[in-house]
């Protein structure tokens, strides 16, 4: 990911100035793209106040204490989801940014595509919301064992609890109300509610073709989200044998166009993979000079941790009662 950050900076009109890895030889690869130094860590950079923000890139482990080196030099920090591995840690980071006067912020891009934004203002035309269905696919754990694969479903729980709450920023999502069954290592299934309207998240490390997508179901009308290329299509309810005979072409021409469409505005602007990770580090950039609000504030992003808590706990219970199962 560090590289998609570089090269969306860059694209901002960021000057990089710095890359820390603790591989040197991965840090000068990057660097000398983008025409800077290459160090092996936070806090080996020769000069801190030349550092306005801090993108946090690396794994999962390495997070609050990168997080942690990068506020106390004075640098605003955008950091990769999950943003800490606990609520505590989560809420121990966003102490640390308030006593600092720094900002803190997790990368939640999916909320903040043109296909999850155009869901959004599309809210009101499918009448009652009943269902919210996610599917991740992901190929992140080819070659990785039982443990890798979990960690790795673990760490895409943010991109839908994030995308909710961008949906339903007024409704409740009970954090007691999620169930959750491991079918196998890197299978998931999670499944709660809003209100009346049902959710569920299915995770797969080994089905393919490769997916993240979101169906919005109403009363009157269901929107299809292709978060992999960040475009949207919307099906309305009507009830007939010619709409039923008529509905495979018609989606397929919606999708052939949303998608030809989506291809040729991201080729424009140059947009090759991760659709939201330009606006949202553009608003946090905004933000750093208070001409915005942050993408993600803390209350969301603690309620996201808070979510993953829950979720991983309903997992870890039904794991232990799966093993004493004879």
């Not at 979990?150 to 339903?168: E, G, R, T, V, Y």
């Not at 196998?184 to 499944?191: F, I, K, L, N, V």
């Not at 005979?245 to 021409?253: D, E, L, S």
């Not at 969301?300 to 309903?314: C, E, I, K, S």
Request: aromatic letters at 4%; glycine letters at 6%; one cysteine or more.
């Amino acid at each position: 990911m560090g590289r998609w950050h570089a090269a969306t900076a860059s694209r901002l009109g960021a000057r990089l100035v710095y890359v820390a890895d603790t591989d040197l030889g991965r840090a000068r690869e990057l660097a000398e793209r983008h025409g800077s130094m290459a160090v092996d860590g936070i806090e080996s950079r020769p000069d801190p106040d030349e550092v306005d923000v801090v993108h946090v890139c690396a794994p999962l482990a390495a997070h609050v204490a990168l997080c942690r080196a990068a506020l106390a030099r004075g640098a605003h920090v955008l950091v990769e989801k999950p943003l800490a591995a606990s609520t505590a840690e989560t809420e121990a980071l966003y102490e640390l940014a308030d006593e600092k006067g720094r900002l803190l912020c997790p990368v939640h891009q999916f909320s903040h595509q043109r296909g999850v934004r155009r869901a959004m203002s599309r809210l009101t035309q499918i009448g009652r919301p009943t269902r919210v269905e996610f599917n991740f696919c992901s190929a992140g754990g080819e070659r990785s064992n039982d443990e890798a694969l979990d960690a790795i479903a673990a760490d895409i729980l943010p991109h839908p609890i994030s995308i909710l709450q961008a949906l339903f920023p007024s409704a409740a999502l009970n954090v007691a109300a999620w169930s959750h069954v491991r079918l196998s290592p890197g299978e998931w299934r999670c499944w709660s509610q809003i209100d009346t309207t049902s959710v569920t998240a299915s995770i797969s490390m080994g089905s393919r073709p490769t997916c993240a997508e979101m169906v919005l179901r109403g009363t009157q009308a269901t929107i299809e989200v292709d978060l992999f290329h960040g475009y949207a299509i919307s099906l309305d309810g009507r009830v007939s044998r010619l709409d039923k005979v008529g509905r495979p072409f018609a989606r397929a021409a919606k999708i052939l166009g949303a998608a030809s469409h989506n291809l040729a505005r991201r080729t424009l602007e140059r947009e090759p993979a991760y659709p939201g990770l330009r606006a949202l580090v553009s608003q946090f950039y905004a933000a750093t000079m208070g001409l915005a609000p942050l993408p993600v504030s803390s209350a969301q992003a603690v309620l996201v941790a808070q979510h993953r808590d829950a979720m991983l706990a309903t997992l870890s219970r039904n794991s232990r009662c799966e093993r004493r199962d004879p």
